[in-house]
Nanobody, 122 residues
Framework: QVQLVESGGGLVQPGGSLRLSCAAS????????MAWYRQAPGKQRELVAS???????SYADSVKGRFTISRDNAKNTVYLQMNSLRPEDTAVYSC????????????????WGQGTQVTVSS
């Protein structure tokens, strides 16, 4: 079994910062790409940022210059540093990861975390 658990969400004022973490655990052989998504009420889920196993990063236009994605392969963890937060950033943020398990070396599956709430409000 593989589990992804997000942490670091909360309430922050406009212009503030938060750092989200997502740690993967279980019978993991290797992890490929990892990503952060978000979904606000009344809106579709959108890709916020992604990072490949080699460290190549991609960002949604709405967060470029404000958010930074990174990963620590030794800890099986991906991070999202969020600066200059705006009310429109309010959403449930979820991480996902491409995981190859030790019990299924020739199969790669995508796993999702349960999400963490980020609220930007004064």
């Amino acid at each position: 079994q593989v589990q992804l658990v997000e942490s670091g969400g909360g309430l922050v004022q406009p212009g503030g910062s938060l750092r989200l973490s997502c740690a993967a655990s279980g019978s993991i052989f290797s992890i490929g790409a990892m990503a952060w998504y978000r979904q606000a009420p009344g809106k579709q889920r959108e890709l916020v940022a992604s990072i490949t196993s080699g460290g190549r990063k991609s960002y949604a236009d709405s967060v470029k210059g404000r958010f930074t994605i990174s990963r620590d392969n030794a800890k099986n963890t991906v991070y999202l540093q969020m600066n200059s937060l705006r009310p429109e950033d309010t959403a449930v943020y979820s991480c996902n990861a491409e995981v190859r398990q030790t019990i299924a070396l020739f199969t790669t599956n995508i796993y999702w975390g349960q999400g963490t709430q980020v609220t930007v409000s004064s």
